[in-house]
């Protein structure tokens, strides 16, 4: 069964920093491109990384300085950093694998998102 599970999520004070985790299940991960996006509350989802199959790694704008995506293919995993949180930080973070091993084309898998709360 193909799945994608993330975890890592919580409350977090402003500040401080939260290593979320996406694990990998049914396929071949290190054949894929993998991302993160985010939804925040009454707002569309957005794309935060990607990173290519070979560790090569894309920030959008939003995911641009506080965010680090990073992968080990050896246990199908991927992660995002998040560091210096901000109240605005505070979303729904999903983990997504694109359909080829860069980071082009569409994502055609998703996980179920793992809930991101930065609050004093």
């Known amino acids: 069964q193909l799945q994608l599970v993330e975890s890592g999520g919580g409350l977090v004070q402003p500040g401080g920093s939260l290593r979320l985790s996406c694990a990998t299940y049914g396929f071949k991960m290190g054949t894929y491109g993998m991302g993160w996006f985010r939804q925040a509350p009454g707002k569309e989802r957005e794309e935060v990384a990607c990173?290519?199959?070979?560790?090569?790694?894309y920030y959008t704008n939003l995911g641009k300085g506080r965010f680090t995506i990073s992968r080990d293919n050896a246990k199908n995993s991927v992660w995002l950093q998040i560091d210096s949180l901000k109240a605005e930080d505070t979303a729904v973070y999903y983990c997504?694998?694109?359909?080829?091993?860069?980071?082009?084309?569409?994502?055609?898998?998703w996980g179920q998102g793992t809930q991101v709360t930065v609050s004093s």
């Open positions: 997504a694998r694109r359909q080829m091993w860069s980071c082009d084309g569409q994502y055609s898998l």
């Open positions: 990173i290519t199959f070979a560790g090569v790694t």
